[in-house]
């Protein structure tokens, strides 16, 4: 073969290599495991405690610690997730006020990284159970949180927690999962 041909070749195969990759570069949107989630099954959840409620099948309630002064602290563990509702059990003293606003400043206090905030209220007057639901939405700590009284007597308060740092994208279909629990909790909540 001669030269002339040997150096036509290489220019050809330069060409067609330089001009091959001619569109730009375009990332791909990072994946995503797929989450299988389980069928929703409910159990109810009745104990010592002075209310009962329906709890999913796959989560275990797990008392944190001796009662203080008319308060009890629990959790609500979905371990296949990694995620707990932490929950807070507290007796009314002409203080109802002071817990609402707590609640409310426990859930403003993501706005820093959350999008954007909703408020759901619940409302029950057969059960007399009233109470708000918040959607924080966005890369904040917890994603839904809580609270539930009779106005008189009784009143607790959840967050949901997730044991990774926070992510919307990943933690979404979780969070919806979980928060759809949640719901189910707070329509079947009846106090003693």
């Known amino acids: 073969m001669s030269t002339a041909r040997v150096h036509i070749a290489l220019l050809a195969l330069v060409a067609t290599l330089l001009t091959a990759c001619g569109g730009g570069y375009a990332p791909k949107p990072r994946g995503y495991y797929r989450i299988d989630f389980p069928e929703k099954h409910y159990r109810p959840y009745d104990s010592t405690y002075p209310f009962r409620c329906n709890l999913p099948v796959y989560a275990s309630i797990n008392p944190m610690g001796a009662a203080e002064q008319g308060q009890q602290f629990l959790n609500i563990d979905i371990k296949r997730y990694n995620a707990r509702i932490h929950l807070t059990y507290m007796d009314i003293h002409n203080n109802l006020d002071l817990m609402i606003e707590d609640a409310f400043a426990m859930a403003y206090k993501h706005t820093q990284k959350a999008d954007a905030i909703d408020e759901k209220t619940y409302i029950d007057e057969q059960k007399r159970v009233y109470g708000l639901l918040y959607d924080i939405k966005g890369n904040s700590a917890s994603s839904v949180q809580f609270f539930l009284t ?31 629990d949640i719901v189910e909790l707070m329509e079947s909540w009846e106090w003693k």
């Open 150 to 180: 009779d106005s008189l007597r009784h009143y607790i308060r959840g967050a949901l927690y997730f044991n990774c740092r926070p992510n919307k994208d990943s933690l979404a279909p979780v969070v919806q999962f979980v928060r759809d």
